[in-house]
């Protein structure tokens, strides 16, 4: 099984598009593939699908802290062990929890040596099942289709990373039963949390870009990060008939990375998209 | 009675700090004792929770006021939980706000 990424560091460069396209052509390889909508906080390749979310497959649960006052002996450790800045502590007073700031990693329970932060289960996402059915477009070779699976964080949720983490175990699980070819991750834009993520442990992340300045900046960023994780990626420059190229070709040089395809501009794909048609646009 | 100030500088004639959770230093004045100090705020490159670490660091030295150019509802919220008082929306440079201070005290 091959786990790739498509993911990209700036927003609207064509992720998500790509990604359903991307999975369709594999599909259309006879291969068994599974896509992951791993931006949880805006999932939309349902959409593009022209599917629904109905009844969520699974919820995801995080254990908050929480104190219980009776052993507290107000020693300061849990403020000094969480990363998160999520604990505060007035001389002489009991910690407080703040619970949009925690990641709910759990070094605070970890660290207390009196066992006087218990936790507290908390749903903050859901995961979802989508069957899409064989290519609707005529030339579909092999009518199979390919499963969507879709992460979607709770509103107000600010910290999505442990929601990505549990999607992505449930996709893996899911990818092994159901003996998948490929299992493609579609992340979230940016470099943050939910994007790390759901790069970690893949095989191959394609970064999606544009040639403008900000394209190029958040690519430079985006396989930084990369290289950090150690994920071996590829370049997709798309729209790429658009503006000026010579600075990304620079960037990914730097990082001995290669533009794998350039997408041209296209008419027909946004036509395509906008009337929920995208499987009918063939990317080579 | 010691009091806060945030602080784009580590002198007198910085501006008061528009910020708090980020603000480069803080002034800590001991208004009786005349014993003024600046310390470096080390929540400036947080990325998330700044106001929290921040508040941490005013709280420890036992201030009884904040006062500051605009500050978060978080950090807000602790220290006023931890009995510190704050003042935002105020502008002008640390001796100007000082003496401010003690005229209208």
């Known amino acids: ?284 | 009675m010691k009091i806060c100030i945030a602080t784009n500088k580590s002198d007198f004639n910085s501006a008061i700090s528009p910020i708090f959770g980020r603000a480069p230093y803080f002034l800590i004045a001991d208004l009786e004792n005349k014993n003024f100090k600046f310390v470096k705020n080390r929540a400036t490159k947080f990325i998330r929770g700044a106001g929290i670490a921040a508040a941490q660091t005013v709280v420890s030295e036992k201030v009884k006021l904040v006062i500051v150019g605009n500050i978060g509802p978080r950090a807000k919220v602790v220290l006023e939980q931890s009995g510190i008082k704050v003042i935002s929306n105020i502008t002008g440079t640390v001796k100007e706000v000082l003496e401010r201070f003690k005229k209208e005290d």
């Open chain 1, 1 to 284: 099984m091959q786990k790739i990424a498509i993911t990209s560091g700036k927003g609207g460069t064509g992720k998500s598009t790509i990604a359903v396209l991307f999975a369709n052509k594999l599909v259309k390889e006879n291969k068994k593939v599974l896509l992951v909508d791993c931006d949880v906080e805006c999932p939309n390749d349902y959409l593009l699908l022209g599917q629904r979310l109905k009844e969520p497959r699974k919820k995801i649960y995080v254990k908050f802290p929480k104190l219980n006052k009776k052993k507290c002996k107000k020693c300061g450790l849990c403020v000094k062990i969480c990363r998160s800045n999520a604990i505060f502590q007035a001389p002489r007073k009991y910690p407080v929890f703040i619970k949009d700031l925690c990641s709910a990693c759990g070094a605070c329970q970890t660290v207390c040596p009196y066992k006087a932060i218990q936790s507290r289960k908390e749903e903050i996402g859901r995961i979802f099942v989508n069957k899409i059915k064989k290519n609707p477009a005529p030339t579909s070779g092999t009518g199979r289709g390919f499963w969507l699976i879709t992460g979607q964080a709770k509103p107000k949720v600010e910290e999505t990373g442990p929601v990505v983490i549990q999607v992505k175990k449930f996709a893996l699980s899911f990818a092994k039963r159901k003996k998948i070819d490929f299992i493609l991750f579609d992340t979230a834009a940016g470099t943050h949390c939910p994007v790390i993520s759901a790069l970690l442990g893949c095989d191959l992340a394609y970064c999606i870009t544009e040639p403008t300045p900000m394209g190029a900046y958040d690519l430079d960023l985006i396989l930084r990060l990369c290289r950090k994780l150690k994920v071996p990626t590829k370049v997709i420059l798309n729209q790429a008939d658009l503006g000026d190229k010579t600075k990304i070709e620079k960037i990914v040089k730097k990082f001995k990375s290669k533009i794998d395809k350039e997408i041209p501009y296209s008419e027909e794909i946004v036509k395509l998209y906008s009337r929920g048609k995208l499987l009918d646009f063939d990317l080579v």
